[in-house]
């Protein structure tokens, strides 16, 4: 991906085929562009979309850059925490947008967490056929994974994003000053798709991250670089395989197991969170690849060991109220968006930074994995 080395705002871009590439901008204070950006982009009107801890903080900012800007604007504001990931959230969301006129050359501007711009993305990706949208993404976890990609949608009682679409932005402004907002857990979670990119296929940045990750937490230049290293990463894989048809599902890693558990404590954001959820699954991701032989247990207990030293979970063990049983989890774990003719895909890594996909797993294997998992102390 090109990338500009201005120190402020780093931009990565994203060259999608068809005229739909697009910029993410990365660095402090972007949400007072909020308004010339859009403006740049055509438009006349912007629907803000957000939850009610972001609208506190940051909505009449962003909503008076865009009035400056000569943009009508608009505000839909949901409850925050994954229930809004629902389809009460979506009627929610997409009423508000019809009800203020918002027409196919206006942007919704998605404000906030990868809840607010998965659900905010799906509505324009559906209302009228199709929205603009840009991503204002306001958690660490939206800045270096969710904004960008077009993946949006909400949940189901019988899965996680099991309703969505593709969908990308055009625009990413992507403001780490908002950061310096958010609470510690959250931003540990943000954390957790931080080193999931290392993990996946770049041991050197996860070696960085083990040295580096305080500077990401207390806003330092650090911050800045690893959200520009995340998004480089994830618009490489996206420029080749949009639709996931392939090497997208890296992305995945640790996600089967974390979308199983986000589905069996009900989207309760109170007692677990996506990235909560993540470093769960990249944890049993690296101890279920060493139980097969594939990946040294030393590095499996690196991964926990780092992810444990910034405040993380790594054991199913640890979701408040119980993570269900083995045989819940595997049951959870078949209407995963990876599964084909019936059998499971995990993906799977050789060490750190050499994930890879792994079609075909069998069930009784990640049953007796997790029995094992939940017996241990
Ligand atoms: N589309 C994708 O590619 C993709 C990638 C990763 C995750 N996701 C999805 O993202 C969601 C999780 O996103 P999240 O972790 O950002 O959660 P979130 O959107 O719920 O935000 C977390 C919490 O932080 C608050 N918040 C947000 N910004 C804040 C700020 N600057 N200051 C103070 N508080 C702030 C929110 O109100 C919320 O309570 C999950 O639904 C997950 O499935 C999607
Ligand atoms: O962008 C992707 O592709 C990802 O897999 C990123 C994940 O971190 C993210 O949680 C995504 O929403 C999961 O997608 P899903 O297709 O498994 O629902
Ligand atoms: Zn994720």
């Not at 595997?330 to 599964?339: L, P, R, T, Y």
Request: glycine share 14%; with cysteine; charged share 20%.
């Amino acid at each position: 991906m090109s990338e500009t080395k201005t120190a402020h705002p780093l931009t990565v871009h994203v060259p999608l085929n068809g005229g739909r590439g697009y910029d993410i901008l990365i660095g402090r204070g972007l949400l007072g562009q909020t308004g010339a950006r859009a403006a740049a982009l055509g438009a006349r009107a912007a629907a803000i979309v957000t939850d009610e801890n972001v609208a506190a903080l940051y909505a009449d900012g962003a909503r008076a850059s865009l009035e400056a800007a000569g943009l009508r604007t608009c505000l839909v504001v949901v409850p925050p925490g994954e229930a809004s990931k629902s389809y009460a959230g979506y009627a929610q969301v997409c009423d508000g947008l019809l009800a203020a006129r918002i027409e196919r050359g206006d942007l919704v501007v998605a404000l906030g967490g990868g809840v607010i711009g998965d659900l905010a993305g799906f509505a324009a990706a559906t209302l009228r056929r199709g929205v603009r949208f840009v991503q204002a993404p306001t958690t660490l976890l939206a800045q270096v994974d969710s904004s960008v990609g077009g993946k949006t949608g909400i949940n189901s009682g019988h899965g996680k994003n099991l309703i969505g679409a593709f969908h990308q932005p055009r625009l990413v402004l992507a403001d780490t000053a908002s950061l310096d907002t958010l609470s510690e857990r959250e931003m540990r979670a943000g954390y957790a798709e931080v080193a999931k990119y290392g993990l996946i296929n770049d041991a050197a940045f996860f070696a960085w991250c083990e040295a580096n990750w305080a500077g990401i937490f207390s806003g330092g230049p650090e911050r800045d670089e690893a959200v520009a290293i995340c998004c480089r990463a994830k618009a490489g894989v996206v420029v080749r395989d949009e639709f996931e048809h392939g090497e997208r599902a890296l992305l995945n890693l640790g996600h089967t197991f974390a979308h199983a558990l986000e589905r069996l404590t009900n989207y309760d954001s109170a007692r677990l969170v996506h990235g909560e959820a993540v470093a769960i699954g990249l944890a049993l991701a690296f101890r279920f690849s060493a139980r097969l032989g594939l990946c040294p247990g030393q590095e499996a207990g690196r991964v926990a060991n780092h992810l444990a030293l910034v405040g993380l979970p790594t054991r199913l063990q640890a979701v408040p109220g119980g993570s269900g049983d083995a045989d819940a989890l595997v049951e959870a774990m078949g209407q995963d968006k990876k599964v084909r003719d019936g059998a499971l895909t995990f993906i799977l890594a050789r060490g750190i930074g050499a994930s890879f996909i792994a079609p075909g797993i069998d069930r009784a294997e990640v049953l007796a994995f997790l029995k094992a998992e939940l017996g241990a102390g």
